[in-house]
């Protein structure tokens, strides 16, 4: 039987470029690993935290094995402190799409497969000067700095977007949906590839993310934390990874590992809603795929 038919995908061209996006510990990798194996192509990463050289097993990056049983790329190849966006994703995933392998791009960034297949603003680096102003500032002030146009179209209750705008808007001395209006074409063409999300109720999910955090901390994430300890900055995005900030206190003895356990797993649960509430708005048209009914 061919292994792509339990997901219903057994009619898929193996010349098709694939994106795969879902919500974390959906499975995503599982299914892109048996794409690869079963049809070839590159796994490419389209996920955040994922990037960053000093996580392996607390990001869930592929493991070795399953580094050497498929090609992969855009894995682990930023230092910690680099600087990163999707416009910086867009730029190294370009030559994977034209490659002779066909790209499987999987991950849980939504941003990245929106910039992809919507394209993304040529908007200007922001001065580092104006990031430190910005770390320090509150989100309901920032907020309230910005045009009303760009405030309709961002996530209000997250922070990396609203400091995001107002840097845009504190540096240009534009609004960042003026600059989302001059977007220009993407760089895949959504009607040309096949585009799954992977379907992971809540009541489904949670004991997967529980699992997944037992694993993780069995398989190696303590080690992981105590190498990175004298490099945590809160205000940097790979210290901000889902349970990161939760383990680091649990390493320097201000909490418990079942407390850090509970307090992580609530805030994998929390981005997976905000995960799933991207796909639905932004994302409308992909194949979705009933993971629980699959698996």
């Known amino acids: 039987m061919n292994k792509l038919a339990k997901y219903g995908l057994s009619q898929l061209s193996p010349e098709q470029p694939v994106l795969i996006a879902g919500p974390t510990a959906s499975g995503k990798s599982s299914l892109a690993l048996t794409i690869a194996e079963t049809q070839g192509g590159i796994i490419v990463n ?3 935290s994922q990037i960053y050289d000093c996580w392996r097993v607390i990001t869930a990056c592929p493991s ?4 050497a049983r498929a ?4 894995y682990r190849h930023k230092a910690y402190n680099a600087p990163h ?4 994703w867009l730029r190294d995933v370009a030559p994977f799409l034209y490659g002779v392998q066909r790209p499987i791009i999987v991950g849980g960034t939504g941003l990245y497969f929106t910039a992809l297949t919507k394209g993304l603003a040529d908007i200007p680096a922001t001065p580092p000067e104006v990031r430190l102003q910005g770390n320090a500032l509150d989100l309901a002030f ?3 700095q910005l045009d009303p146009d760009t405030v309709s179209r961002i ?3 997250n922070r990396a977007r609203v400091q995001r705008a107002w840097e845009v808007q504190t540096s240009s001395g534009r609004g960042l949906a003026q600059w989302q209006d001059e977007t220009p074409p993407p760089l895949v063409d959504p009607e040309h590839s096949f585009n799954i999300i992977l379907d992971a109720e809540k009541e489904w999910l949670t004991p997967r993310i529980e699992q997944r955090f037992d694993l993780m901390v069995g398989g190696g994430a303590m080690d992981e934390i105590a190498s990175m300890d004298a490099h945590y900055d809160p205000s940097l995005p790979s210290c901000r990874a889902i349970g990161v900030p939760e383990l680091i206190k649990c ?3 201000e909490l418990d590992l079942q407390t850090a356990r509970e307090e992580a797993c609530i805030a994998t649960r929390q981005y997976a809603k905000r995960q799933r509430t991207w796909f639905r708005s932004k994302m409308k048209k992909w194949n979705l795929i009933n993971i629980k009914e699959m698996l």
């Open 85 to 88: 966006s999707a416009g910086h």
């Open 155 to 157: 996530e209000v209750a």
């Open 64 to 67: 070795k094995d399953e580094e």
């Open 142 to 144: 920032m907020l309230d």
């Open 251 to 253: 390493h320097r003895g």
């Open 46 to 48: 389209a996920d955040a």
């Open 71 to 74: 090609p992969h790329a855009l």
